[in-house]
């Protein structure tokens, strides 16, 4: 057979498989849906990535698989194969064709980075504070949320805080992704387009329960955001002047699940990440050191203050984060962990 029918062939092959490997990916739905601004330009940079990626496997595969089966030793060959010594020609086009596509692949990168962080003075703010194990928004109207609730095509500028190790604030709907660095501050700007629920989900893993490191992300109507503002504003101005007041265990309840006590304490009895509330105050309580303890208000104050002063026995030392609380917080919980018998 003449030379160039191979490279025919081998042509025509290479488009076929690079065509069927792209529509397989496409096919494949590798992302979940588009839900901020800056995911369009994201999407676009990948798809491109991945017509490249089915080309040039096409392109690699296709010679490949072609000439093991093509070129192969016939029964009674004998002879020794062709010997080539370089080829000054085709290293000058395989070094220069990939340096241009890389470089062209940089220019759009460059250009779609500015995309993505493109700042819109209007945005809003909201403060990201990431611990282990769980989330925290502090809105700048004064009170803080376990969910992130957004208003749908208003840019947010979020700053990011970590009180502990290294996080990682991703939400695959919105595809941008920005790590959580104790002592610094970063920010991390997103416009949603599409009113739902998500979820952000630490994407740097930080310890032993990273995997729940979980938090609801909705974005909703601006009428409806408004909404929501108001009643927390109104809920939080409440709890700060009825806080001037006694302990309420009610409030209490209401910070075991907002806090995150939650994810470690159980109240039932059995035993999570952390020990049981059922029964605590006035039980003896073993410590790691061998000390018992009576589980009064002073060693439940010292524990959620500084939880590596005593540690239970049975239980990891560093389990427990420190988690800022108010003094009134810490006493309505305490009031709370009271009627848990
Ligand atoms: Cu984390």
Redesign the pocket.
Same mark, same amino acid.
């Given at each position: 057979m003449q030379n160039s029918r191979h490279f025919v062939i081998v042509g025509i092959l290479v488009i076929l498989v690079a065509v069927l490997v792209n529509m397989g990916l496409d096919a494949a739905q590798l992302f979940p849906v588009k839900a901020s601004i800056q995911a369009v330009p994201i999407d676009w940079m990948f798809d491109l990535q991945i017509k490249a990626i089915s080309f040039f496997f096409a392109l690699i595969m296709v010679p490949m698989v072609y000439s093991l089966v093509v070129f192969r030793r016939k029964p009674g060959e004998t002879g020794e194969g062709a010997h080539f010594e370089g080829h000054t020609g085709l290293e000058i086009t395989w070094t220069t064709i990939p340096l241009i596509l890389v470089i062209g692949l940089g220019y759009l990168g460059a250009g779609n980075l500015a995309e993505v962080r493109a700042v819109d003075p209007q945005a809003m703010d909201v403060t990201v504070v990431?611990?282990?194990?769980g989330w925290r928004f502090d809105y700048p109207q004064g009170f803080s949320s376990n969910k992130l609730y957004l208003p749908v095509n208003k840019q947010v500028n979020l700053t990011l805080q $970590?009180l502990d190790? *290294? =996080? $990682?604030f991703w939400v695959p709907e919105f595809r941008v992704k920005q790590d959580?660095v104790p002592g610094e501050t970063n920010y991390l700007r997103i416009t949603p387009i599409l009113i739902g629920e998500y979820k952000v989900r +630490?994407?740097? *893993? +930080?310890?032993a329960s =990273?995997a729940y490191?979980e938090s609801p992300v909705i974005v909703v109507s601006q009428a409806d955001y408004d909404a929501w503002l108001s009643e927390q504003v109104a809920a939080a101005q409440a709890a700060e002047a009825a806080a001037a007041g006694k302990p309420d265990s009610k409030r209490g309840a209401k910070l075991y699940e907002e806090k995150g006590c939650k994810a470690c304490h159980s109240l039932d009895g059995a035993a999570g990440v952390g020990p049981t509330w059922k029964g605590l105050f006035g039980s003896n309580v073993e410590l790691a050191d061998g000390a018992t303890v009576t589980a009064d208000e002073a060693f439940l104050v010292e524990s959620i203050k500084e939880p590596g002063a005593t540690v239970v026995k049975g239980y990891p030392a560093n389990a427990m984060p420190a988690l800022g609380l108010k003094d009134t917080e810490i006493a309505d919980l305490i009031e709370f962990i009271k009627t848990l018998k």
């Open positions: 990431g611990f282990q194990w $970590s190790v *290294i =996080h $990682s959580l +630490c994407a740097e *893993i +930080c310890g =990273h490191m």
